[in-house]
């Protein structure tokens, strides 16, 4: 349940952003009608996220598996099901991402991706856990450039799970309009 109700977006920035969301989406996502309470919140986050969505120094599946176990780890259903819609947009692989939630005992993840999803959870932790060791063995694998993006990358993903958390958004059934499969259940434990 929300707990603070969604609103119509009105004026010419709502009329932008409601015409944008359906052509992208078929719909205009609860989540805006949350944010509209203060348009200045969404008339900052929407373009920082499509200039992060361009961002190519690191592989977009690492990015958005990353995502995935910030949102899982935190809680946000939106944040998995949105992630989920759009694993499936991107063609990633759509197994991997059912499983993000119980990543740690799947199967299906390389040692890389373990790498990055440890760290995203790492990242995540209230206080963060990252160690010195993560961060080296991600260089080793990815580049500085990647290491830097990835990092932003996850810390943008708190910024959304963990607001949408606060104010109780749930998902928009974004993923179930796309006939997936159910995203596994969240492994327990996992909440920063």
């Not at 920035?13 to 509209?36: A, D, N």
């Not at 900052?44 to 899982?72: G, I």
């Not at 963990?162 to 059934?173: H, I, M, P, Q, S």
């Amino acid at each position: 349940m929300n707990r603070i109700a969604p609103v119509e977006l009105t004026g010419l920035y709502g009329s932008v952003v409601k015409r944008f969301s359906k052509r992208m989406l078929g719909t205009v996502p609860e989540t805006i009608g949350v944010y509209w309470h203060n348009p200045a919140i969404l008339k900052a986050l929407l373009p920082f996220s499509a200039k992060a969505q361009r961002w190519d120094a690191c592989d977009v599946s690492l990015k958005s598996f990353a995502h995935m176990a910030v949102a899982s780890q935190v809680g946000c259903e939106w944040c998995l099901d949105y992630g989920y819609f759009e694993a499936f947009n991107k063609r990633l692989d759509l197994d991997k991402a059912r499983e993000i939630p119980r990543w740690r005992e799947s199967e299906l993840f390389t040692p890389l991706e373990r790498d990055v999803l440890e760290y995203a959870e790492a990242m995540s932790q209230t206080t963060p856990t990252v160690t010195d060791e993560m961060v080296a063995n991600l260089v080793a694998q990815l580049g500085e450039p990647a290491v830097v993006e990835l990092t932003a990358f996850i810390g943008l993903a708190n910024l959304y799970t963990r607001t949408n958390n606060a104010l109780g958004v749930e998902a928009d059934g974004f993923a179930a309009s796309c006939d997936l499969k159910p995203l596994a259940p969240r492994a327990l434990g996992s909440v920063a």
